[in-house]
């Protein structure tokens, strides 16, 4: 695995857990300025359904050398979250290739691009939303 390859998280949450969010969005910023973590871009929080995402999420972007340290991260706050690559084909990366921490939620898959004419990993580190 190329350890500079993009992957992306979509961190879930609803009104109870948005404190928690919060927090864990602080963490992954402190990372980004720290060097801690190879965190590439933090998403604003949305408090709504989005795109394929049916509940309240942020997204963050890391290169494939921080996933661990990512997902430690997610796993101890409790939060779900869906962990993918960035490639060229926008379904598989939220179904096939994507793996979640904690409960899976059903995404809206309909709205995501067809494989081959999403922008893939040119998108790597601007936001979906």
Known sequence: MNDNAP???HIYYDASERAVAEALRATFA??????????LFIGRMTDG???PHPIAQFEIHFSAA??????RA???TGLR?????????DVADHTT????IGQPLDLDISVLDP??????VARFGVSDF
């Open 115 to 120: 494989p081959g004419h999403n922008q893939g």
């Open 74 to 76: 997610i796993e101890t």
């Open 97 to 100: 290739l994507a793996h979640w």
């Open 81 to 89: 979250a869906l962990v993918h690559p960035l490639t060229d084909d």
């Open 30 to 39: 402190d990372m980004m300025v720290d060097d801690v973590a190879p965190i």
């Open 7 to 9: 992957w992306h998280a």
């Open 49 to 51: 359904p989005v795109g």
């Open 66 to 71: 921080g996933g661990a340290l990512v997902s």
